[in-house]
């Protein structure tokens, strides 16, 4: 049986600004929190990311893949394999290089400008994420970010600037990437400057709640700045399924998928979930709530958005805790499933629980923003004389997670679009390495910092190039 996917399907693919632009200080951009993470954003669990006072030559991502200087040679191969949407995100330091000032940079502005009427040229779509794990350096620093109410006014005055000026060229937009991601990587998540282990369960949740009001604020403004906007909300997903029949690891994994599923449930439904008001009361937080605060809550989204990489387990058994290399979540290894080099568990068919699961919650448009295969690519010469990848590793990869996105329709999932990971070489967010690749074009250069910053087409390109051509129809069952 072949799916049938939607005509208007959205293909194509994702990145982040502060991975792939670089120019980290050009044309008045001030630092974010990025410049000063030469090793990745998430550490080892429970710890801090490694941090410098000043941005450091060691760090991929102030050259990043030069995107800054080149997005009009990118744009055009994404033209090429035929994107329908092309999701990235605003460097707010490009905006509002502190962060805190009243009046924008015209510089920062021009450029999104510039790259957004590129997209259009080739009938591209652009998504684009309001904040990805780039908060001003200068806010995490002066306000330690996420936790200072401040930060709620500082987030919507940028959104609102960005909302007015793109008004007539950007339709699709998210207000935060993988918000609830904060939880394991409050500084890369929420600019909290306060060390992991010195953060307190109060001042981590009295920022989550910050950031909800802003992200609702943000969606009642847009609204009314264009109505046809579409705002969605971005999480971070991954399905906890229990170790065993056991009923005690079945409400552990309840227990722990209610953490993440309380950041969706807020932004669909307008209001906390009597689970998280539990949670909340058993461990001692008292969210403060500032006058207006539920009521902008109300101001839910219009569509969920998420990321999809891997699935994990949970179990009551202490003995059983294994914690799995790759996950930042937490949650214990699946015996039944195989891992990437980076130890992420590999489960195309968690994705379709996922659909289903978020449709049946919700019954909201939901739209895969973010799922690719890092892994190690080998530039080759072929016997036609090109350089190139054979990553059939990687087609096999988003084939098998595309054939359940398929199946998920099937079941009366309505589906915008998916948009890959990393659909050309860039600066992995975790670790900060350029050698774990995702794109479907290979970007020459490398992490000791040499390379000429060539592009090249992998194998999967023109796979890709044929899936959206087909609309789904060349996926191999």
């Known amino acids: 049986m072949s799916t049938q996917f939607p005509e208007n399907f959205l293909w194509g693919g994702a990145v982040a600004a502060n991975q792939l632009e670089g120019a980290y200080q050009t044309d008045g951009k001030g630092w974010s929190i990025q410049d000063v993470t030469p090793k990745g954003g998430f550490a080892g669990h429970g710890e801090d990311p490694f941090i410098t006072e000043e941005p450091t030559e060691d760090n991929m991502k102030l050259i990043g893949i030069d995107f800054y200087n080149r997005y009009k040679e990118d744009v055009k191969l994404f033209a090429e394999m035929g994107f329908k949407v092309f999701r990235t995100s605003i460097a707010w330091s490009r905006i509002f290089p502190k962060g805190d000032e009243t009046e924008p940079n015209e510089a920062g502005l021009q450029f999104y400008d510039d790259l957004f009427d590129e997209c259009h040229k080739y009938g591209i779509e652009p998504l684009v994420t309001i904040s990805h794990y780039e908060t001003p350096l200068h806010l995490s620093r002066e306000y330690d970010g996420w936790v200072n109410r401040k930060m709620v006014d500082f987030y919507?005055?940028?959104?609102?600037t960005v909302f007015k000026r793109y008004k007539d060229k950007v339709k699709y937009w998210l207000?935060?990437?993988?918000?609830?991601?904060?939880?394991?990587?409050?500084?890369?998540?929420?600019?909290?400057?306060?060390?992991?282990?010195?953060?307190?369960k109060q001042d981590l949740y009295q920022a989550i709640h910050h950031e909800l009001v802003a992200s609702a604020k943000t969606v009642k403004v847009g609204h009314e700045i264009n109505p046809d906007f579409q705002i969605g909300c971005m999480v971070l997903s991954m399905p906890i399924y229990p170790?065993?029949?056991?009923?005690?690891?079945?409400?552990?994994?309840?227990?722990?998928?209610?953490?993440?599923m309380a950041f969706a449930d807020i932004h669909v439904r307008g209001q906390y979930p009597g689970y998280m008001k539990r949670y909340l009361r058993e461990n001692g937080i008292e969210i403060k709530?500032?006058?207006?605060?539920?009521?902008?809550?109300?101001?839910?989204?219009?569509?969920?958005?998420?990321?999809?990489?891997?699935?994990?387990?949970?179990?009551?058994?202490?003995?059983?805790?294994a914690r799995g290399e790759g996950n930042l979540l937490g949650g214990v290894p699946n015996p039944h499933l195989q891992a990437s080099e980076w130890g992420w568990q590999i489960d195309p068919k968690g994705l379709r629980y996922v659909?289903?699961?978020?449709?049946?919650r919700y019954q909201k448009?939901?739209?895969?923003v973010e799922n690719g295969l890092g892994a190690v690519d080998e530039l080759i010469t072929n016997d036609k004389g090109e350089k190139t990848v054979e990553d059939d590793y990687r087609i096999n990869y988003l084939n098998d997670h595309?054939?359940?996105?398929?199946?998920?329709?099937?079941?009366?999932?309505e589906v915008m679009g998916y948009t890959t990971w990393g659909c050309i070489d860039l600066v992995s967010a975790s670790t900060a390495q350029l050698k774990k690749r995702y794109g479907f074009i290979y970007v020459d250069r490398h992490d000791d910092g040499s390379g000429t910053l060539e592009r090249y087409k992998k194998k999967s390109f023109n796979w890709y190039k044929e899936v959206i051509a087909t609309n789904g129809k060349s996926l191999k069952r």
């Open 355 to 360: 659909l289903n699961t978020f449709w049946d």
């Open 156 to 160: 919507v005055n940028y959104a609102t």
């Open 402 to 413: 595309l054939v359940q996105v398929g199946e998920a329709i099937e079941d009366g999932v």
């Open 289 to 321: 709530f500032e006058d207006g605060d539920e009521e902008a809550l109300k101001h839910t989204v219009d569509f969920i958005s998420f990321s999809y990489y891997m699935s994990i387990c949970e179990t009551a058994d202490a003995e059983k805790k």
């Open 175 to 200: 207000t935060f990437n993988e918000i609830n991601s904060i939880l394991e990587a409050p500084f890369m998540s929420g600019g909290i400057s306060t060390p992991k282990k010195d953060l307190s």
């Open 243 to 260: 170790l065993t029949p056991n009923p005690d690891d079945v409400i552990q994994a309840m227990e722990s998928d209610h953490k993440n």
């Open 365 to 368: 448009p939901l739209f895969i």
